[in-house]
């Protein structure tokens, strides 16, 4: 009798297994059919005669443009769906070219929470927006819910709406920052650093449990620099004094509809019928049902640039982590994309767009090399977008000439070195002893069990002078400065994109765009081509993933299991809380890399509120 029991329990279990497995099949099938059908059935958009522009900045601006899954993967539970974008050269086009079309009558720009995207891809956005002023259009802004960020982008706008019940956030700039000193001594884990750069405060957040004073006066200097571009832009759009809005933050005097009324941060306070009304009176119809409203992110699809022209320019995304063969800039990868640049003989111009907290120095190395080579015969000129700092500032220190947004993060000319400790944390949290055994002294040198020796920290400390110097040198070469004004500037420390100028690791301010008009006239100046005449076609590398490569990668990732460091915060019952990523991320990236590496890489992926 058991054994029949046993068997018809199996038996269910199995035909359970196998109906859950095909409903997740068909579902998975559903959601690519549904996928590939919308794809393949998208057409270029038409735009209507006086159509309003809708920039809805929930919409994600990021570097490149890349369409997320269709919605029906939502579906699927096992999946972590990748979100939509557009990317802030194409957001930047379509404006340009709705100044210039007569089917575009007006710019309405809508949110409902702030806006989302990077502090440098608004700042390209709203420099956008500026520019289409000029052509006499209209620029309108609605929204309930302004963050700073969000404000940022509705000042340029010709008038401001809110809702009756909306709010204006905007409490200054700022963010937290977390140390980890406490914690990983409770884990029995702790870090050796060897660094050059007493502003080189990466990994500080692993050995200390407080900020250096080095460290805060960098960053106070970072986010006052940001702060003031952006605070400086806003108040010469809505005619306010810097003291002005700077004593109504520090009072709280920002808050509801009426008080940001009050302050002139807004025209006039709407209830959402009177604002539609309003909107269809400005485009002179009578109804909503009578709007033709064509969203950003659409009309970027037909504002393409000519596919002919006389000039071509290729633009070469570096975004992520440098890493060897791992990372968002795999070194291994990135030389294949640039060789394959090299071997395009109808290339006149390439545009490295550097978004990069930087890395692996070795991995930057290798990329600066064939870059190197690639300059030898194309003009390249460099755009900086978010972050271009360390790993990322050393790709592109010798580039012809280098734009960067004003809030831009970037410099960090350092190097450290972290060895990773846990044979503490094996002996006190799993019993687990230790015994080393090797054929020479140093066998185990780096083997993350027991610590450094003094003769091995000082040995790996002459390993970090070594590549700090060649950093300089690179920096120096790039940007025509002796070492010793390379040191001077150097030293780790992080500067913003207006402080880069100023001290000389910046060649001007501009975005994307910009640079890429500076490539096409270098490459028509090579060939000959009349400035007048000059038309020039862009290209992307490298080429955007597709919907099923999006698919495959987040199926690869869905596992949904905790990561090990949570496992262990869970067992010590340490709160789950604790924002332990970045940290994961180091340790994983140390344990992998074979011993004692150089990383040349910003301190924190900074998270500021705004």
């Known amino acids: 009798m058991n054994f029949w029991k046993t068997f018809f329990a199996a038996l269910l279990g199995c035909l359970a297994a196998m109906i859950l497995n095909l409903i997740l099949f068909f579902m998975f099938i559903g959601a690519m059919a549904s996928a590939i059908g919308g794809g393949a059935s998208e057409t270029m958009p038409i735009v209507q005669a006086n159509s309003i522009l809708k920039i809805d900045l929930s919409q994600n601006i990021g570097e490149r443009t890349q369409e997320g899954m269709s919605s029906d993967f939502n579906s699927l539970p096992f999946l972590n769906v ?40 608004l700042e390209e956005l709203r420099n956008a927006l500026l520019k289409f002023h000029e052509s006499g259009k209209p620029i309108i802004s609605y929204g309930i819910n302004y963050s700073l960020g969000g404000y940022y982008i509705a000042s340029v706008a010709d008038k401001i709406f809110i809702h009756t019940d909306g709010m204006v956030s905007i409490n200054g700039l700022g963010g937290n920052m977390m140390f980890y000193k406490d914690l990983l001594d409770k884990l029995g884990i702790s870090f050796q650093l060897i660094r ?9 957040q692993y050995i200390k449990n407080d900020i250096s004073p080095e460290n805060r006066q960098q960053n106070q ?33 920002i808050g509801d509809a009426q008080s940001a009324l009050a302050l002139n941060l807004v025209d006039s306070v709407f209830t959402s019928e009177k604002y539609t009304g309003k909107i269809c009176s400005l485009v002179g119809v009578e109804k909503e049902e009578d709007l033709k409203v064509v969203n950003l992110s659409t009309y970027a699809k037909s504002a393409t640039l000519p596919y002919k022209g006389n000039v071509k320019v290729a633009v070469l995304y570096a975004e992520g982590e440098i890493g060897m063969t791992t990372g968002g800039i795999s070194a291994v990868k990135f030389v294949q994309q640039i060789k394959k640049i090299r071997k395009d003989k109808t290339i006149n111009a390439v545009v490295l767009r550097v978004n990069s907290p930087g890395g692996d120095a070795q991995a930057a190395e290798l990329i600066r090399e064939e870059l190197q080579s690639l300059a030898a015969q194309l003009p390249v000129v460099c755009s900086f977008g978010e972050y271009a700092a360390s790993g990322g500032y050393w790709i592109s220190a010798q580039t012809k000439r ?36 090797g054929t020479h002294k140093h066998s185990t040198m780096g083997s ?64 994307i765009e910009d640079a890429i008009k500076y490539a096409a006239s270098l490459a028509a100046d090579k060939e000959g081509v009349d400035a007048e005449n000059l038309q020039y076609k862009v ?72």
């Open 221 to 253: 200097e970072m986010l006052n620099s940001i702060w003031q571009s952006w605070a400086e832009q806003i108040c010469k759009s809505r005619n306010l004094t810097l003291e002005t809005l700077n004593n109504a933050i520090d009072n709280l005097q």
């Open 448 to 511: 993350g069990i027991q610590p450094l020796s003094e003769e091995e920290m000082a040995y790996t400390q002459k390993f970090i002078e070594h590549i700090y110097d060649k950093f300089m040198g690179i920096v120096s070469d790039g940007r025509k400065m002796s070492i010793a004004q390379v040191d001077s500037i150097a030293q780790g420390r992080v500067w913003t994109g207006e402080q880069g100028v100023k001290v000389g690791i910046v060649d001007e301010i501009g975005g």
């Open 539 to 610: 290209v992307e590398f490298p080429r955007v993933k597709t919907q099923f490569e999006l698919f495959m990668e987040a199926f690869g990732n869905s596992s949904g299991e905790d990561t090990k460091l949570a496992k262990v915060l869970k067992t010590l019952n340490i709160d789950k809380e604790v924002q332990t990523t970045e940290l994961e991320a180091l340790i994983t990236q140390i344990k992998n890399s074979n011993g004692i590496r150089a990383y040349a890489r910003i301190p924190y992926t900074y998270k500021f509120n705004y």
């Open 402 to 437: 280098i734009f960067s947004d004003a809030t831009t993060l970037t410099g960090s000319i350092g190097v450290f070195s972290l060895a990773l400790n846990y044979g503490k944390g094996l002996k006190e949290h799993l019993k687990i002893n230790n015994v080393a055994i």
């Open 82 to 121: 990748p979100q939509s974008s557009l990317g802030i050269y194409d957001a930047i086009r379509a404006i340009e070219k709705a100044a210039t079309d007569k089917n575009i009558s007006m710019i309405l720009i809508t949110q409902k929470n702030g806006a989302n995207g990077s502090f440098a891809n």
């Open 196 to 204: 050059h750069g007493k502003f080189k405060s990466a990994a500080e």
